[in-house]
T-cell receptor, first 116, second 108 residues
Framework: DSGVTQTPKHLITATGQRVTLRCSPR?????VYWYQQSLDQGLQFLIQ???????AKGNILERFSAQQFPDLHSELNLSSLELGDSALYFC???????????????FGQGTRLTVV | GENVEQHPSTLSVQEGDSAVIKCTYS??????FPWYKQELGKGPQLIID?????GEKKDQRIAVTLNKTAKHFSLHITETQPEDSAVYFC???????FGAGTTVTVRA
């Protein structure tokens, strides 16, 4: 058990809908990272938050947004869903802010999103 | 930003043989290089990491080597076992960028 909790584990929804994925980091970790992993694909970095502030941004679509709350949990919002958004979404957490500082990250088990 | 290139994309080895995966990075300021293992249906798990003030680190059957001049680091798995079959990712610290992954299959 990594200590990172993601909910829900599975989500099936229709095209055009909006969903929210939730991540609770390990106790004491201030950074949360979000990744998308499509079938047979690598881990595509979406966005990172550190202590409530956006720290780094990857190839995140405008239809997607995220935030980190004062209690450090994070939510990834996906809207106007398309079939191609079906993927595993992982969050990871680390103590530090990354970008050259030690970034030992721990991953959750992921949320499998299926858009039908 | 940081670009990380990982090779090979797939690797099939006979049980007991060694496996080597190599990653190259672009940002010379990078100073922390982790390797993750992802088993089917699970999230990636950190298996070993190296910091830029050392050239090699070992942990039982796995080792990581770092060449800062050439900007590459490698994962070495010796005496491979069936449970080593998984996807392995290298990462660079900026944005925690991951390589494309290497699918390792250990043949019995």
């Amino acid at each position: 058990d990594s200590g990172v909790t993601q909910t829900p584990k599975h989500l099936i929804t229709a095209t055009g809908q909006r969903v929210t994925l939730r991540c609770s980091p390990r106790s004491g970790d201030l950074s949360v990272y979000w990744y998308q992993q499509s079938l047979d694909q690598g881990l595509q970095f979406l966005i990172q938050y550190y202590n409530g502030e956006e720290r780094a941004k990857g190839n995140i679509l405008e239809r997607f947004s995220a935030q980190q709350f004062p209690d450090l949990h994070s939510e990834l919002n996906l809207s106007s869903l398309e079939l191609g958004d079906s993927a595993l979404y992982f969050c990871a957490s680390s103590v530090g802010p990354g970008g050259g500082v030690n970034t030992e990250a721990f991953f959750g088990q992921g949320t499998r999103l299926t858009v039908v | 930003g940081e670009n990380v290139e990982q090779h090979p994309s797939t690797l099939s080895v006979q049980e007991g043989d060694s496996a080597v995966i190599k990653c190259t990075y672009s940002d010379s300021a990078s100073n922390y290089f982790p390797w993750y293992k992802q088993e089917l249906g699970k999230g990636p798990q950190l298996i070993i990491d190296i910091r830029s003030n050392v050239g090699e680190k070992k942990d039982q059957r796995i080792a990581v080597t770092l060449n800062k001049t050439a900007k590459h680091f490698s994962l070495h798995i010796t005496e491979t076992q069936p449970e080593d079959s998984a996807v392995y990712f290298c990462a660079a610290p900026y944005k925690l960028s991951f390589g494309a992954g290497t699918t390792v299959t250990v043949r019995a």
